[in-house]
């Protein structure tokens, strides 16, 4: 980066003219000091509470400008470009601290966004278990239900079954007693294929009236 026009060195030629320049009104003050060539001046400034001493003055204003270029070019000159140089480095450092902040408050509406997202996520994937969890119930409830039903209506068919069986049985049973019963009173075999099938009537109808 060029430096600024104030901020840069002087030549040694610029110095060699000032330096030159700054002897010659040096003299010039030293010259009017010693001779005293303008006494007429100072004698009423000194009467006036002014105490000036015009020798010495213009002799300070030459050594002023001698030396200036010297000051300007060897203190100042790198006085300047060391607080320049430093005002860049804290924009410098204040530009990046900057994007840092831009750049964690992005990171931070990231991972707020990705919590939500993954909240919102979490919470349908539970909704969802918790529905199948509900159907597979329904449907555990369902077929229990339906075997129940089942093995009712098959219990209930083999009582039946085992009922009629046991009826069937007893019909016989009665029929046998009661045809030997009648023999013994008739003293004759009374056991035939229509005593048995009144006898069946007879028991038949006392069922149904049962």
């Known amino acids: 980066m060029s430096q ?5 060195k002087p030549s040694i030629a610029e110095i060699a ?3 030159v320049v700054g002897a010659i009104v040096m003299y010039v003050g030293y010259w009017i000091d ?3 060539a303008l006494a007429s001046v100072e004698g009423p400034l000194n009467k006036m509470g002014i105490p000036l001493e015009l020798g010495k003055t213009v002799g300070t204003i030459g050594m002023f400008i ?3 270029k010297v000051i300007h070019g060897f203190f100042l000159v790198p006085l300047f470009d060391a607080i320049n140089g430093r005002t860049n480095e804290l924009e410098s450092t204040f530009g990046e601290a900057e994007n840092l902040r831009a750049e964690m408050t992005q990171l931070k509406s990231d991972y707020e966004k990705r919590i939500a997202e993954t909240e919102v996520s979490a919470r ?6 918790i529905r199948e969890a509900q159907d597979l119930k329904k449907e555990l409830m369902a077929d229990a239900a339906r075997k ?4 009712k209506n098959q219990a209930m068919a083999e009582i039946d079954a085992e009922k009629r069986k046991a009826l069937t049985d007893l019909r016989l049973h009665v029929t046998n007693l009661s045809l030997q019963a009648t023999e013994k009173l008739l003293g004759e075999n009374v056991d035939s294929d229509r005593n048995r099938k009144i006898i069946d009537d007879f028991l038949a109808t006392v069922e149904v009236k049962n």
């Open 34 to 36: 010693s001779n005293h």
């Open 4 to 8: 600024p026009e104030g901020n840069k």
């Open 148 to 151: 129940a039903d089942e093995y």
């Open 124 to 129: 349908e994937q539970i909704q969802a278990q």
């Open 66 to 68: 001698a030396l200036f």
């Open 17 to 19: 003219v000032l330096a």
